[in-house]
């Protein structure tokens, strides 16, 4: 029986799915079938363009069977050219299953945290604790248990960074230190590591966000003498027997006597450079013996025990180590340079 052609909206819809699928049957490629698929069935195909001025009920339902007839017609050549593509990938493709893969690179600890865990193991080996102390802290943990009075410049919000009232990020790691002590009873030897904030202005030795180790030791008997060894044996463990090592005088509100700790300049062995700042020395810690009122603040008696607090920059250490003059550096992320360690 001969196919009746029909005509619907100007569109010969029998010649026009005659032509659809001769095209669909002469597509010999994936490609190709979705060229002949935007030709009949496209937003801009003749089809289509017919559906939308479709007014009638009869020609809708004539035009739609016709989009259904067409759509069946291109899954069922897809399927069979993806299988003979994939067939003829087999075939003809070869692949070697004895050659190595892709090299996955490795990651590796960035070096700061490398510093700091070659610091724990050292103040470990010595019998201190490793505490974690939280980076957000109140001003009486902060300052005023440190004795801090409130005209003290590091209470200044030009200093520190207020989040609300009396909560502030933390300047320093030595909240952690006075939380220790209201806890227990000496004796305490405990090193807190961590990230502080400041309002600084960043330079090739200072940051806004950079990492101390806080350290404290608090016993019978402990005396300065106990201080300078230990702070030796950290920097011989640290920097090597051949880098000096100087204690002067200094002042901190929560160490009395207080004493800053330098070492001399890796780049310009002591001859001054930008680096040091012309001295010849770069700090590396502040120091002292605990001051009386703070032990006093955590309810201590100073007439009883005695101890020593010391705080290192781990920027600092990292570049006396490694010979980096700024500190910068670590927070860029280059690879060219932290693949170095």
């Known amino acids: 029986m001969e196919k009746r052609s029909v005509t619907v909206a100007a569109v010969d819809v029998a010649a026009l799915e005659v ?42 339902m004539t035009l739609n069977a016709a989009r259904e007839r067409i759509e069946a017609a291109l899954s069922d050549r897809e399927r069979t050219l993806e299988r003979a593509e994939l067939d003829r990938a087999l075939t003809e493709e070869e692949i070697d299953v004895t050659l190595p893969g892709d090299v996955i690179r490795r990651g590796r600890l960035h070096p700061l945290t490398q ?12 019998g201190y604790e490793i505490v974690d102390g939280d980076e957000v802290e109140d001003t009486w943990h902060l300052f005023d248990a440190l004795n801090m009075p409130p005209q003290h410049i590091t209470r200044s919000p030009l200093h520190t960074l207020y989040l609300n009232g009396d909560i502030v990020l933390r300047t320093e790691t030595s909240a952690s230190q006075i939380r220790v002590m209201q806890e227990r009873q000496p004796p305490v030897f405990m090193i807190s590591p961590g990230r502080v904030y400041r309002r600084d202005t960043i330079d090739a030795t200072h940051g806004a966000i950079f990492h101390q180790v806080e350290g404290l030791a608090v016993d019978r ?58 001295t010849g020395w770069i700090e590396m810690a502040g120091s002292g013996l605990v001051d009386p009122n703070v032990l006093e603040n955590v309810g ?22 490694h010979g980096i003059p700024d500190l910068r550096m670590f927070l860029e992320n280059d690879l060219r340079f932290l693949r170095q360690f």
């Open 221 to 278: 008997g402990i005396t300065l003498a106990d201080l300078k060894g230990t702070l030796r044996y950290v920097c011989r463990a640290l920097f090597g027997a051949e880098r000096e090592v100087r204690f002067v005088t200094d002042f901190f509100p929560f160490t009395e006597p207080s004493v800053g700790v330098a070492v001399s300049c890796f780049l310009c062995e002591g001859a001054g450079c930008a680096t040091c700042k012309r």
């Open 115 to 126: 510093v700091r865990r070659e610091v724990e193991d050292i103040f470990l080996g010595l």
């Open 19 to 60: 032509d659809a699928q001769n095209a669909i049957a002469a597509a010999s490629s994936t490609g190709e079938l979705d060229d002949v698929r935007v030709r009949f069935l496209g937003r801009k195909s003749e089809l289509k363009q017919a559906l939308r001025n479709v007014r009638d009920r009869e020609s809708g």
């Open 300 to 321: 201590y008696d100073p007439d009883e025990v005695s101890g020593f607090a010391f705080g290192l920059g781990l920027e600092r250490i990292a570049m006396l180590r």
